[in-house]
């Protein structure tokens, strides 16, 4: 069967092809649709985010589409950057000023008790949409270590580990990260439609 990673994040799409490797099951990119819509992400939560690109992608390219809407929710700051994690220091999205925003935000702030959530949503061709979630909880760190990942990984401290995301391996972050765990639940609970 083939299935639509519904992202232009290149960082995601390499993730979700390590962690979601069901048999039978090939994964495209947006780069097999290059006249494909770009999906504004104007929902008020991941999984609104996550069902939007689904469907709407589903539905141009005639095919299963899987979409992620993830983000960094930062408890002292009232759950931001949330569904603004890419574009929180603003457009174009810029990894490193996101970094340095958040740090400056939490600069003053004993309290950095932090979770990574992801919502995937899984759409036919015909408008029938399932979704599933996952989190990672944890802390935002004093300053970025490692070169691992994306985004806010160089920050996000597990819980249980002293490293950040960006100071392990792809395969101990993704075991334990809020995508890997929410891909986790798609393979379990989408077998049936997907295999």
């Not at 770009?38 to 539905?59: C, P, R, Y």
Request: include cysteine; charged fraction near 25%.
């Amino acid at each position: 069967m083939k299935l639509l990673i519904a992202t232009g994040n290149a960082h995601k799409l390499r993730e979700i092809r390590q962690i979601f490797t069901m048999p039978g099951l090939e994964i495209l990119g947006m780069e097999a649709f290059p006249d494909a819509p770009e999906v504004i992400e104007d929902g008020e939560t991941f999984e609104a985010n996550a069902v939007k690109k689904a469907v709407t992608l589903a539905s141009v390219t005639g095919l299963w589409a899987l979409a992620d809407d993830s983000g960094l929710v930062v408890d002292v700051l009232d759950g931001a950057p949330g569904v603004y994690s890419a574009r929180y220091a603003g457009e174009p999205v810029d990894y490193a000023a996101n970094n340095s925003k958040l740090l400056a935000e939490l600069a003053d702030k004993p309290d950095r008790t932090a979770r990574f959530r992801c919502a995937i949503a899984l759409a036919s061709p015909d408008g029938d949409v399932r979704v599933v979630d996952g989190s990672c909880k944890g802390r935002i760190g004093e300053n970025l270590k490692g070169c691992e990942g994306f985004g806010y990984d160089p920050l996000f401290i597990p819980d249980g580990y002293d490293q950040t995301f960006a100071e392990m391996p792809a395969e101990e972050k993704n075991a334990i990260s809020h995508r890997g765990r929410a891909l986790a639940r798609a393979e379990s609970e989408w077998a049936d439609l997907l295999g």
